[in-house]
């Protein structure tokens, strides 16, 4: 007998005669188109997730003061030389829960190394905004918007809608939507930031 290297013409034949009986006739045929399409679709998903259209992108992030739900006034200039994450949330969204909650996870690892985090509500009754950010437990400050006066600078258009802004100031990143995803994305550019 003699012996082929594994890529020779014998070793082919059996590599196609195996793929040819593991899939179905009209299967083999798509597989690879099937596979790059699903691709496509999650690489446009995440960048969806992280909109490079957001206007605010590369600009100084618009000053505002509001107050705390346990505190004083916060105003984000006085936060210049850390890395500041805003996120706008309201108690009628669910998935607002989960992305403050993630954030809050993000804020223990590295506070240390000048993270600062604002939840922002922006629901109309600041009663219940009041309610719902008391039955959170978070580390960090959140604020309330009832008048809509920062959200609407930031031009915020879904909800939860996360804002990076480097130690200089300027925003950087704007995450749409809160998913399992975009929380990996989230981190990649939040430990970006932290490195500059």
């Known amino acids: 007998m003699r012996w082929q290297r594994p890529n020779g013409p014998a070793w082919r034949e059996v590599a196609e005669r195996r793929f040819a009986r593991s899939w179905p006739a009209g299967a083999r045929t798509g597989v690879g188109l099937r596979l790059g399409l699903a691709a496509a679709a999650l690489a446009a998903g995440l960048a969806s997730q992280a909109d490079p259209a957001y206007p605010l992108i590369g600009r100084t992030g ?10 004083g006034n916060v105003r984000l200039s006085e936060h210049r030389g850390e890395v500041v994450v805003l996120s706008f949330w309201s108690s009628r969204c669910n998935p607002c829960r989960a992305q403050l909650a993630a954030l809050n996870r993000s ?18 009754d600041p009663g219940r905004s009041l309610e719902y950010a008391r039955s959170l437990t978070v ?8 008048a809509k006066q920062v959200s ?4 915020v258009d ?3 809608m996360t804002v990076l802004i480097d130690r200089g100031g300027t925003v950087r990143h704007a995450l749409r939507d809160y998913t399992a995803a975009s929380d990996g994305v989230y981190l990649q550019q939040l430990r970006d930031l932290l490195n500059e």
């Open 62 to 71: 618009p000053d505002f003061a509001l107050h705390a739900v346990a505190g």
């Open 152 to 155: 609407r600078s930031y031009q």
């Open 139 to 146: 580390g960090f400050v959140l604020l309330l918007d009832p």
């Open 107 to 124: 804020l223990a690892t590295y506070r240390s190394a000048g993270l600062e985090i604002y939840g922002i509500g922006v629901d109309d």
């Open 158 to 160: 879904n909800l939860p």
